[in-house]
C-alpha cells in the first residue's frame, strides 16, 4: 500500500476565527431544528391521543343515541294525514303533524301524571 501523505493547509486567523464560528453556528442550527422536531412529534401524539379519544366519544354518543331510538315510541302518522299531505304541501303536513306531536306529548304526560296520582292513592289508603 501506499503511504498516505498528508497535506496540511495554513489557515490565517481570520479564517480560522470565521470557520469556527461556522460550524458553531450550524451546530445551534441543528439543536434548535432537534428541539422544533422533538417538539412536534410531542404535540402530533398528543394530537392523535385526542383525535382517539373524540372517536371514542363519538361512538359512545352513536350507541346512546340508537339506543334512545330504540326505546322512543314510534310515532303513528294516520292515513288521513298521509292523505292530507298528498293533496296540501308539505309544509302543511309538518305543522300538522308537529301540532299533533304536540297535542300527543301533552295529553301523554297529563294522563300518565294521573295514572302515578291514582297508584300513590291506593298505595296510601
Excluded at 65 to 91: F, M
Excluded at 101 to 112: A, L, M, R, T, V
Aim: avoid cysteine; hydrophobic fraction near 35%; glycine fraction near 4%.
Amino acid at each position: 500500500m501506499k503511504e498516505e501523505e498528508l497535506i496540511h493547509v495554513k489557515l490565517e486567523y481570520y479564517e480560522g476565527f470565521e470557520g469556527k464560528k461556522s460550524v458553531l453556528s450550524s451546530q445551534i442550527n441543528l439543536l434548535r431544528l432537534v428541539k422544533i422536531i422533538k417538539t412536534y412529534n410531542s404535540l402530533r401524539q398528543e394530537e392523535l391521543s385526542l383525535k382517539i379519544k373524540i372517536e371514542k366519544k363519538l361512538l359512545e354518543t352513536s350507541i346512546l343515541l340508537n339506543k334512545i331510538r330504540v326505546t322512543l315510541p314510534k310515532i303513528h302518522i294516520p292515513e288521513q294525514l298521509i292523505k292530507h299531505r298528498e293533496n296540501k304541501g308539505v309544509d302543511e303536513f309538518e305543522s300538522t303533524i308537529r301540532k299533533a306531536k304536540e297535542k300527543f306529548d301533552y295529553g301523554s304526560i297529563e294522563s300518565e301524571l294521573q295514572e302515578i296520582q291514582q297508584k300513590l292513592r291506593a298505595l296510601g289508603t
